[in-house]
């Protein structure tokens, strides 16, 4: 009898072991988890706030935008909204941190903001620095036009003969995709996509070359404007890392991307599509800001 006795207390002894091991062992992992996603009650996004659709500033909070927290005004547009939707996922809030295009990486780098959702293609090149999501949306390219010029009528890329184009510094654009347009005259890149418009406008550019969404915020913001799209073999030979965008998260914090992949993983492409053309539609009025401008 004793010695079954010990048996059992031995053997309850073992169970209880295991199961308080199993319990801390199942609260390491989520604390793990929980210390690595390290967001707090506020995810910091960073963008430029100058790439409509995408993103862009304006001076009041309608149709949903957002207060930019280290300078005035407010923040709006696709980018915005996704990032509201990633927050309302997390159920925490979203922070717009406003900084300029060439630095967001570094911001990530230096841990002041938490993503970079910014409207900017996940390129092998930036992926020894930071860490991508899978793409928030996808894209093309066009070719956006003066609706009266010649070239308005164009169908493909060899279309834009002595035609003067330009895109934007330092992109996959200017250094790539002019170069297979035949005959056209490269114009100087420009950093700012309004800096293209307003040099369409005022006849410095026949035409630039940008995201199918840009075009479509241009068009939709400047009558005049008209946007060239290509049928399958006509247009721009690309690789597919240049046709998506996806938002970037600084290295060692796997588990943020895996979350924010999760949560990408349930909004529709329909859904996706309808935010961008909402964020067209809600652009501001740039027009006759363009045609004041030399």
Not at 7 to 16: C, E, K
Not at 46 to 71: K, R
Not at 152 to 168: P, Q, S, V
Request: with cysteine; charged share 25%.
């Amino acid at each position: 009898m004793k010695k079954i006795s010990l048996l059992l207390l031995v053997g309850l002894a073992l169970m209880t072991l295991v199961f308080v091991s199993a319990c801390h062992g199942d609260s390491g992992v989520v604390q793990e988890e929980e210390e690595s996603l390290n967001l707090g009650d506020t995810l910091r996004v960073g963008m430029d706030c100058d790439y409509p659709p995408y993103n862009w500033a304006q001076e009041d909070d309608s149709n949903g935008a957002v207060a930019i927290s280290n300078e005035s005004g407010f923040a709006n547009g696709y980018d915005v909204q996704m990032a509201l939707l990633i927050g309302k996922a997390l159920d925490i809030d979203v922070e717009i941190v406003k900084i300029e295009r060439g630095k967001l990486i570094a911001a990530l780098e230096d841990g002041d903001i938490d993503v970079m959702i910014a409207g900017v293609n996940p390129l092998e090149s930036r992926a020894d620095k930071i860490d991508f999501t899978e793409s928030y949306y996808d894209s093309e390219y066009v070719v956006v036009v003066m609706k009266d010029g010649d070239y308005a009528a164009a169908t493909a890329i060899d279309d834009f003969e002595n035609a003067r184009l330009t895109a934007e510094t330092g992109s996959y654009i200017y250094d790539s995709l002019l170069s297979q347009m035949e005959g056209v005259d490269i114009a100087d890149s420009l950093t700012y996509h309004m800096d293209m418009r307003v040099a369409l406008a005022h006849n410095v550019i026949d035409g630039y070359v940008t995201s199918l969404a840009e075009g479509m915020s241009a068009t939709k913001a400047h009558s005049d404007f008209a946007m060239v799209t290509f049928n399958d073999g006509a247009g721009f030979e690309t690789d597919d890392e240049y046709a998506t965008v996806a938002m970037g998260v600084a290295k060692g914090r796997g588990i943020l991307v895996e979350t924010l992949n999760d949560i990408l993983d349930d909004i529709s492409v329909s859904d996706r599509n309808a935010l961008m053309i909402d964020a067209i539609y809600h652009q501001p009025d740039e027009e006759e800001e363009v045609e004041e401008e030399v």
